[in-house]
């Protein structure tokens, strides 16, 4: 054992080698070789009887950008985006009121609020609002009760958001995919504001600026990369997706959907890797800009 | 921005808005704990007609849940021990030693999280059907190992660069070998960072749903049972109950992460 060790001791480099080894190996071999697997396929394509072929084409590429396929990259496209902005209005007073005003205690309350649904039961929290926006649910109760069928109606009966009851509509999908990502905003944005130093506002107040033109001008634009780091969470999360748009969507697919059915009874493998490449890249673009911001620090 | 009482008291337009997030956030799940004990067997009605505690009974005696369950808690358990291995390792190799491409470690183990969870799980889906492996439990495993690793590898990284390096040379200087060092002085430094990070992995396993999918062929985990119910419904109640139950046993793994990072940290 002695002699190991002291064998070890004077090779660092082997040591490094056994280390790192095994980790290395396992991600190489079983995610980057997935990975590569991945794109492989999405060069194959279905013959009429729908076996693969295994001979590269670029066939399934083709089928790709149908009308109907790009609109639902834009439909996933738009609703990512639309979620972010919504999780980051909605996180930022969380974040900022437990960064700047909220007491030890509070502020370990608050952190574990956001740790608990942000870990676990992401199922059950999609679930949750299948019960809640069920036609004989909560929220039609509540609205019955305030007598406000018709508000109700008119929204359900908008273009593009409505749909014939909220539990199956684009409005019900946007405020589940809110509420489940949610805590991955507010964490990066927290973060962000705790490392914004307090000489800077004092700094700002004594120059003469108002609470609302120090919120604006120093701590918006320091958290700001706090925003970003969330953002990649909740846009890459909607855009893989496929619960909640099963849950409470209808026949407009989104990306998540269309790969699950290209695996399901539409059995088609490398219709499917070509639809998740475009997630892929729309993502790759996403992070290389994000980094430039330097949300990769906030991480 | 550390808090601090000469902040003072929050605007009441922020102290609404965050209660208003609060509520937002937690309100669902006492939604899913009321209906639980709701009477109506066949819609979401509410308010609930009556309350009962049958529906623990029937869902005790379901065996598909038992199975999934079952299912669920053995992947979670060997996902995180394979991740604990192979996670602490990176976290050392990473800490001990600068070497080219350290950097991009960090970035490749934090992929499978950062990345949709289609990609990889369409991924492993076409790594599977190119090498023409069967689905098993341990194709489950391997998807979850991949995406938990990071979990322990944060948290073992983020302990050793809180633990001083001097204390690992006062032990060498002292005449201990490499092996009696990381028993006696690493281990017990980074022993509660690897129960909280695993703890965590294990959470991430139990919950996970999209990449198993692609990865479990027609078994059945706990997560892909609740997809079932919410797409097919079968009977309603037993759902409920076994989602407040989900909700609790998810809870604790995280509750303990939480609280033995919390104590050591200063």
């Known amino acids: 054992m002695h002699r190991l060790a002291t064998f070890l001791y004077l090779r660092p480099w082997l040591v490094l080698a056994l280390l790192l080894g095994p980790p290395l190996i396992w991600m190489v071999v079983v995610y980057l070789g997935s990975l590569a697997a991945l794109v492989v396929q999405s060069f194959f394509s279905v013959d009429s009887s729908g076996q693969v072929v295994r001979s590269l084409t670029l066939a399934t590429y083709g089928d790709l950008f149908t009308q109907a396929n790009l609109d639902i990259f834009v439909r996933t496209a738009v609703m990512a985006a639309a979620v972010t902005l919504a999780t980051a209005l909605l996180a930022f007073p969380w974040a900022y009121y437990m960064a700047r005003f909220a007491s030890p205690r509070a502020k370990a309350a608050l952190y574990l609020a956001v740790l608990l649904p942000l870990w676990s039961s992401y199922l059950v929290r999609v679930y949750a609002w299948r019960l809640i926006l069920a036609k004989e649910g909560i929220v039609n109760w509540f609205v019955q009760q305030a007598h406000l069928d018709q508000a109700l109606d008119w929204v359900l009966g908008l273009p593009v958001v409505g749909g014939p009851s909220l539990s199956v509509s684009f409005l019900g999908m946007f405020i589940v995919f809110t509420y489940v990502w949610l805590p991955y905003m507010i964490l990066p944005i927290q973060a962000a ?107 | 921005m550390p808090s601090s009482p000469a902040a003072g008291r929050a605007p009441l337009g922020l102290r609404l808005t965050t209660l208003g997030a609060i509520l937002f956030l937690h309100v669902p799940m006492l939604v899913v704990l009321l209906y639980a004990f709701t009477t109506d067997e066949a819609t979401f009605s509410f308010p609930p007609p009556g309350l009962t505690l049958d529906w623990f009974q029937v869902a005790l005696n379901r065996a598909d849940v038992w199975d999934a369950l079952g299912l669920s808690l053995r992947v979670a358990l060997v996902s995180t021990l394979v991740a604990l291995g192979l996670g602490t390792l990176a976290a050392a190799a990473v800490y001990r030693s600068r070497f080219f491409g350290r950097e991009a470690i960090s970035f490749m183990l934090v992929l499978p999280i950062a990345l949709p969870g289609i990609v990889s799980g369409i991924a492993l889906r076409s790594a599977i059907g190119i090498t023409n492996l069967p689905f098993s439990f341990w194709t489950i495993v ?56 695993g703890m965590l992995a294990f959470a991430l396993s139990f919950d996970e749903l999209v990449v198993t999918t692609f990865t479990a062929g027609q078994q059945q985990t706990l997560p892909i049972w609740m997809f079932s119910q919410l797409t097919k419904p079968r009977q309603r109640p037993v759902t409920n109950v076994v989602a407040v139950f989900v909700v609790a046993l998810t809870a604790i793994p995280i509750l303990l992460a939480n609280r033995l990072t919390e104590r050591t940290v200063e």
């Open chain 1, 193 to 299: 504001l705790e490392r914004v130093p307090r000489s800077l506002l004092e700094a700002s107040g004594d120059l003469g600026a108002r609470p609302a033109a120090t919120l604006r001008h120093v701590t918006l634009p320091l958290a700001f990369p706090g925003v970003v780091a969330g953002s990649i969470f909740t846009f890459s999360l909607t855009l893989g997706d496929f619960v909640v748009p099963y849950s409470l969507g209808n026949s407009s697919f989104f990306i998540g959907q269309a790969v699950l059915s290209f695996t399901g009874t539409a059995f088609n493998i490398p219709l499917a890797a070509a639809f998740t490449v475009v997630p892929m890249l729309i993502m790759g673009l996403y992070l290389t800009g994000a980094r430039q911001m330097g949300a990769f620090d906030a991480l």
């Open chain 2, 142 to 197: 391997v998807g979850h190992a991949t995406f938990c690793m990071v979990v322990v590898y944060n948290n073992v990284l983020a302990r050793f660069r809180r633990t001083s390096g001097s204390l690992i040379e006062a032990s060498m200087d002292l005449g201990a070998n490499a092996f009696q060092t990381f028993r006696h002085v690493v281990l017990p430094a980074i022993a509660t960072a690897l129960l909280a990070g």
